[in-house]
């Protein structure tokens, strides 16, 4: 378990027994809820992440795997904790890029002990009614929190989301295998109905906004009378909290995909690795930008020629 999390009362007699009782239970996480110390945004949004959380993690679960061991509070079989390859996973998990070389990773050890049982094939388990407080003391407006911490996470999972991916769905099931998929999807189609929006009102009407405005308002109105039953209460500014999360979340892992190497801890010292100001560094800081400049474009072109807004009316159908 992390420093910064609170065992709520009969975590250990709700999640213990489960080993006992599943002789192939390999892992288990918790339920979380936050405590924050900051803007009451910030604590309107954590609390939002977390009803997601819920929704995904129970689903995933259905799988007897999960996306991830969370670090609050995840329980294992000592048989895993004292192997050497466990140990070393946690000590010096790295990864090799073709730009960036091999480097080791400043944070997200609970993606790695998720990769390590992977590669066990254990079954995990989410176990919902064993809750953990998590603290965050946040200073300042906590937009560069939210950043940084988007970075964090982003950069985790797509460090890990890769190679999850080669271990293909035969080795960690189909349906863990496809939303470790999803995640990498997901991340471009969110930034397709704003590229839409924003070409149709440049080019046709300014109408065109509006109706994005509407739908967006509607849509995450839905979305999130799910949420306010997975969170036990109701907070009025969620449709937009969720619109700008999903939104900032899809653009930051666009930026950091061509960027593993790229870390910042900043609750944790504002550490940070894969910077440096040598003429190497500094070209394969042009190439990140290159690259991701290079996808930008063609989403944005593939966007605009697939609704036929610019181009060839035959070349939009055909696509």
Same mark, same amino acid.
């Given at each position: 378990?992390?420093? %910064?999390?609170?065992?709520? @009362?009969?975590?250990? +007699? *709700?999640?213990? @027994?489960?080993?006992?009782?599943?002789?192939?239970?390999?892992?288990?996480?918790? =339920?979380?809820? /936050?405590?924050?110390?900051?803007?009451? !945004?910030?604590?309107?949004?954590?609390?939002? +992440?977390?009803?997601?959380?819920?929704?995904?993690?129970?689903?995933?679960?259905?799988?007897? *795997?999960?996306?991830?061991?969370?670090?609050?509070?995840?329980?294992?079989? &000592?048989?895993?904790?004292?192997?050497? *390859?466990?140990?070393?996973?946690?000590?010096?998990?790295?990864?090799?890029?073709?730009?960036?070389?091999?480097?080791?990773?400043?944070?997200? %050890?609970? #993606?790695?002990?998720?990769?390590?049982?992977?590669?066990? %094939?254990? #079954?995990?388990?989410?176990?919902?009614?064993?809750?953990?407080?998590?603290?965050?003391?946040?200073?300042?407006?906590?937009?560069?929190?939210?950043?940084?911490?988007?970075?964090?996470?982003?950069?985790?999972?797509?460090?890990?989301?890769?190679?999850?991916?080669?271990?293909?769905?035969?080795?960690?099931?189909?349906?863990? !295998?496809?939303?470790?998929? %999803?995640?990498?999807?997901?991340?471009?189609?969110?930034?397709?109905?704003?590229?839409?929006?924003?070409?149709?009102?440049?080019?046709? =009407?300014?109408?065109?906004?509006?109706?994005?405005?509407?739908?967006?308002?509607?849509? +995450?109105? &839905?979305?999130?009378?799910?949420?306010?039953?997975?969170?036990?209460?109701?907070?009025?500014? !969620?449709?937009?909290?969720?619109?700008?999360?999903?939104?900032?979340?899809?653009?930051?892992?666009?930026?950091?995909?061509?960027?593993?190497?790229?870390?910042? !801890?900043?609750?944790?010292?504002?550490?940070?690795?894969?910077?440096? =100001?040598?003429?190497? =560094?500094?070209?394969?800081?042009?190439?990140?930008?290159?690259?991701?400049? /290079?996808?930008?474009?063609?989403?944005?072109?593939?966007?605009?020629?697939?609704?036929?807004?610019?181009?060839?009316?035959?070349?939009?159908?055909?696509?």
């Amino acid at each position: 378990m992390d420093g %910064d999390a609170v065992l709520a @009362p009969g975590i250990l +007699r *709700k999640c213990c @027994p489960l080993f006992e009782n599943d002789p192939k239970l390999q892992a288990i996480t918790t =339920d979380e809820e /936050v405590i924050c110390y900051g803007p009451k !945004w910030i604590q309107s949004w954590l609390t939002m +992440r977390f009803a997601q959380r819920r929704i995904a993690m129970q689903s995933h679960s259905m799988a007897n *795997k999960v996306l991830t061991l969370t670090g609050r509070m995840s329980v294992f079989r &000592a048989n895993h904790l004292t192997r050497h *390859k466990f140990i070393r996973m946690l000590e010096a998990d790295h990864l090799h890029h073709w730009l960036w070389g091999t480097f080791r990773f400043l944070s997200g %050890d609970d #993606k790695s002990t998720w990769y390590y049982m992977l590669t066990q %094939d254990a #079954k995990m388990l989410y176990v919902p009614d064993a809750l953990v407080y998590t603290i965050e003391e946040i200073e300042g407006s906590g937009i560069e929190r939210m950043t940084q911490n988007f970075r964090r996470w982003s950069g985790n999972m797509l460090r890990n989301g890769t190679r999850a991916l080669k271990l293909g769905p035969n080795k960690i099931g189909f349906f863990i !295998w496809w939303c470790v998929m %999803d995640q990498r999807i997901a991340m471009w189609t969110m930034l397709v109905s704003p590229i839409v929006a924003i070409a149709a009102t440049l080019l046709h =009407d300014p109408y065109y906004i509006v109706s994005y405005f509407i739908w967006i308002a509607i849509s +995450r109105m &839905a979305l999130s009378l799910f949420l306010f039953r997975y969170s036990n209460s109701m907070h009025i500014e !969620w449709p937009f909290i969720l619109y700008f999360n999903q939104l900032l979340n899809a653009a930051v892992k666009v930026y950091c995909l061509a960027r593993l190497s790229k870390q910042r !801890w900043t609750n944790r010292g504002n550490q940070s690795s894969g910077s440096g =100001d040598s003429f190497a =560094d500094q070209m394969k800081n042009f190439m990140a930008a290159y690259i991701t400049t /290079v996808w930008v474009v063609t989403l944005v072109m593939t966007v605009l020629f697939y609704t036929g807004l610019v181009g060839f009316p035959e070349l939009g159908y055909w696509l």
